[in-house]
């Protein structure tokens, strides 16, 4: 017997030896080398495969990174440390950033006398994360299992010193057939990610995949898509007889608005996540004067000027209660982009501010009464709902309210709030967004 299992295990060493040569060098095989001799024909795919593909309509020229991990901002560790991470769905960190850390498990079975047997389980803790491009209708996305999460159970002891571990695990990222919103289509470029349960413990590192988008609707090409991994525990012998394994789909938005940008910089295409609310936060320790100003307008507006006959009704409010939360405002061009609705916004604003109007300084609404009062030289005249948004002064559902604020903090609020149209990437008319002002 002795004499049989030395020749098995310098067979076995033969066959390992001869499967790494053929496929070459590899990361896990440099971390995780040493595979028992009596297991034979050990198989390893390092990398996903074929290189990335991403849609014809915006092709961007920034090169996306090959690990969601950010040394300067690190929001993974951060995002995968929240209770949201390990929900079903994940968590949508912002709208360019998605995570989640679950379990997957694939169940072994054996025909024996006639019968089919559980033999044995095999699990893991996954991570995941999603990263969208800002110059590509394009995501991409992450995959890695968490290191020493893998657990063998119901294998008998030899099987999981000879079988468990050697088993095959395919992971890939696929688009959901049927979620694609019509006129658009949705695709990964990327070959499967395949390895041995116990090179994948061991492995660490992160695979990847593109997921594209084509088409649209609209001007500005906008297309809806779900994606979700899929795995794959199939390995020679031990076939699945379950249906596949897939994780949760997720939700992304991709279009082809060409009026974002950053000073010259623009970001013509771009796939954002679905699954978060977009929110314009100020913080009254930078801006004090519109805060406030914002803070009052939402919650006492009555207290606001101008004056109306009626009980004012402003919107924009954000609470995460879907009950206390404000109605939304809507993105519109600005009036330096030739915005309509913007300069018709200002108009009103100014008659309301009191600045002069053709005749009547204050306005054909606006009087000494009703209108703000004078103000100091070197103050502006600060609007809230925002002139850049649907549902400004000369909205005739919504009111408004202005006040006397700093040049300085006046620039400074209207700067974060031309930031967050891009880096939230706010279509003009569809996105809802809201406001929120924090004590920090």
């Not at 019968?115 to 044995?120: A, E, F, I, P, R």
Request: charged fraction near 25%.
């Amino acid at each position: 017997m002795k004499r049989v299992s030395r020749l098995l295990a310098a067979i076995a060493a033969l066959a390992l030896a001869a499967a790494l040569i053929a496929l070459g060098p590899s990361p896990a095989a440099a971390i995780s080398p040493n595979f028992p001799a009596s297991v034979p024909g050990i198989e390893y795919t390092a990398e996903p495969g074929d290189g990335a593909q991403r849609s014809s309509n915006g092709k961007g020229a920034a090169e996306m990174p090959t690990t969601p991990d950010d040394p300067i901002a690190p929001w993974l560790d951060d995002c995968l440390g929240s209770q949201d991470a390990k929900d079903s769905d994940g968590r949508v960190y912002n709208r360019f950033k998605w995570c989640k850390e679950f379990d997957l498990a694939v169940k072994y079975y054996k025909t024996e006398n006639g019968k089919t047997v559980l033999k044995g389980v095999n699990q893991a803790t996954y991570q995941a994360a999603g990263l969208g491009y800002n110059d590509s209708r394009a995501t991409r996305t992450f995959f890695r299992i968490k290191p020493g999460t893998v657990r063998y159970t119901t294998w008998s002891n030899l099987e999981k010193l000879t079988t468990s571990k050697y088993l095959k695990l395919e992971i890939s990222a696929e688009c959901v057939p049927g979620s694609d919103s019509p006129g658009s289509g949705c695709a990964v470029g990327r070959s499967p990610a395949k390895m041995e349960w116990d090179q994948w413990n061991n492995f660490g590192g992160w695979v990847y995949w593109d997921v594209s988008s084509a088409g649209g609707k609209g001007e500005d090409f906008v297309a809806f898509h779900k994606w979700r991994f899929h795995f794959d525990g199939t390995s020679p012998g031990w076939p699945i007889p379950e249906e596949r394994g897939e994780t949760g789909p997720v939700g992304i938005r991709c279009d082809s608005g060409n009026y974002f940008k950053h000073g010259t910089r623009t970001y013509p295409h771009a796939c954002i996540y679905t699954g978060v609310e977009p929110v314009l936060t100020y913080k009254m320790s930078e801006n004090p004067e519109v805060g406030q100003h914002i803070r009052d307008a939402q919650n006492a507006p009555d207290t606001t000027w101008p004056k109306e006959d009626h009980p004012k009704k402003i919107p924009g409010k954000w609470n995460a209660s879907v009950f206390l939360r404000g109605e939304p405002l809507h993105r519109v061009a600005s009036r330096y982009e030739g915005g309509v609705i913007a300069k018709e916004n200002e108009d009103v604003k100014q008659m309301a501010c009191g600045q002069k109007r053709a005749i009547n300084p204050w306005g054909p609404r606006y009087n000494a009464t009703t209108g703000l009062p004078p103000y100091a030289p070197g103050l502006e005249c600060d609007e809230y709902p925002f002139s850049s948004t649907h549902e400004g002064a000369a909205d005739p559902e919504w009111d408004f309210s202005v006040r006397a604020v700093s040049k300085t903090d006046n620039g400074s609020a209207g700067s974060k709030l031309v930031n967050f149209y891009t880096d939230d990437r706010i279509l003009m008319f569809l996105d809802d967004f809201w406001v929120d002002v924090v004590d920090a």
